[in-house]
């Protein structure tokens, strides 16, 4: 059984995005979030909206992703959908991971406080079982 993908675009009155995903709502999420990727052209000048366009197989996936960006007007890709991700990812995975283990080496320092800062911050709300377990030890008759 293959997974169901969705191409959607992200557009306004007169420019629009467009990109595939399988989970359609995270992605939506995920755009507002990212500062790196053209959709950011769109929705950095407010007034935008998302649409489904068609859910297609992961087998044709980026060749319908492309036939959207080649045919509809106004696209602000700046990469080619049928661009090989996974064989580019592949043949530069030795030289990525040389180069994050030396820039953790060189900078253990600002890594070790950037791990710190996030750990800090996902255990204040992430319910961690620290404070949850601490919640289920309350008398209820303190609030009455």
Same mark, same amino acid.
């Given at each position: 059984m293959d997974c169901k993908v969705i191409i959607y675009k992200i557009f306004n /009155? $007169? +420019?629009q995005y467009i990109g595939s995903t399988k989970n359609y709502n995270s992605r939506k999420s995920d755009h507002k979030c990212r500062k790196d990727c053209s959709s950011n052209i769109i929705? /950095?000048?407010? $007034?935008? =909206?998302?649409k489904i366009l068609e859910e297609c197989t992961q087998e044709n996936r980026y060749q319908r992703e492309q036939y959207y960006i080649d045919n509809l007007e106004n696209?602000?890709?700046t990469r080619n959908a049928l661009w090989d991700r996974k064989k580019n990812h592949e043949k530069n995975k030795e030289k990525h991971n040389k +180069?994050?283990? =030396?820039y953790k080496i060189n900078n253990m320092d600002s890594v070790k406080l950037y791990n710190k800062s996030r750990l800090d911050w996902k255990n204040s709300w992430c319910g961690d079982y620290r404070y949850t377990g601490n919640l289920l030890r309350i008398d209820v008759n303190l609030f009455c």
């Open positions: /009155e $007169n +420019q929705i /950095e000048k407010g $007034n935008w =909206d998302m696209v602000v890709n +180069q994050s283990r =030396d």
